[in-house]
């Protein structure tokens, strides 16, 4: 089955704790984001990756970090986590060419206290 | 940042009952697109838009891209509680991977 697949769901973490989302793609797709989802906000990019070894800012990018090693996966990284990254944290992936269909992983919510 | 505008930004109607949520910009798209959101799932593509005056429908839903292809429209015809979600569109530009977003309608339908 074809899928975007982000771990963990959820996460409780204090301040300054580092910390890794996981995100991952079976579908061969060259390009992956990460958004993260706020009230009233909709959907700000955070980072994004045209294929692998190549990263680029998106609206929202203080405060995280990226790598992309493989074609599959796309990690997200707070090297230090602050309450306002507290969020709704989506990965996607989309194939090149066609219209920007983007596939969705399930979300991760994240408390930082 | 360009932005799309949705509106409105939240809808809480009858069964039965039909509505129109609004997605508009004062930039030019290439393709437009319209996701729903399920609680704690990520965005689901409903439909793309391509040319300006299109017009698709899937089962109960209408969606219209705008003869300028800068706004687009999704009607919902005799609503289901099914059809409870946050409805985001998002417009394509000049193919670069990226994708604009607007905020979200969140719909209920109350049975």
């Known amino acids: 089955e074809a899928q975007v697949t982000q771990n963990p769901r959820y996460l409780i973490t204090v301040t300054g704790k580092k910390l890794t989302v996981t995100c991952s793609q079976n579908m061969n797709h060259e390009y992956m984001s990460w958004y993260r989802q706020d009230p009233g906000l909709g959907l700000r990019q955070i980072y994004y990756?045209?294929?692998?070894?190549?990263?680029d800012k998106g609206d929202v990018p203080e405060g995280y970090k990226v790598s992309r090693k493989e074609k599959r996966n796309f990690p997200l990284i707070l090297e230090s986590p602050s309450p306002n990254q507290t969020s709704l944290y989506f990965c996607a992936s989309q194939l090149r060419g066609g219209h920007n269909i983007q596939y969705f992983g399930a979300g991760t919510r994240l408390s930082v206290l | 940042t360009q932005l799309l505008e949705q509106s409105p930004q939240f809808l809480s109607i009858q069964e039965g009952e039909n509505l129109t949520v609004y997605c508009n910009s004062s930039s030019v798209f290439s393709s437009l697109q319209w996701y729903r959101q399920e609680p704690g799932e990520g965005p689901v593509l409903l439909v793309t838009v391509v040319t300006g005056g299109e017009v698709k429908k899937l089962k109960r839903l209408t969606f219209q891209f705008g003869d300028a292809r800068k706004d687009s429209s999704l009607h919902i015809t005799a609503a289901q509680p099914g059809d409870t979600g946050l409805y985001l569109c998002?417009?394509?530009?000049?193919?670069?991977?990226?994708?604009?977003w607007g905020a979200g309608t969140k719909l209920i339908i109350k049975p």
């Open positions: 998002a417009g394509e530009k000049d193919s670069n991977y990226q994708l604009i």
């Open positions: 990756s045209m294929n692998v070894e190549v990263t």
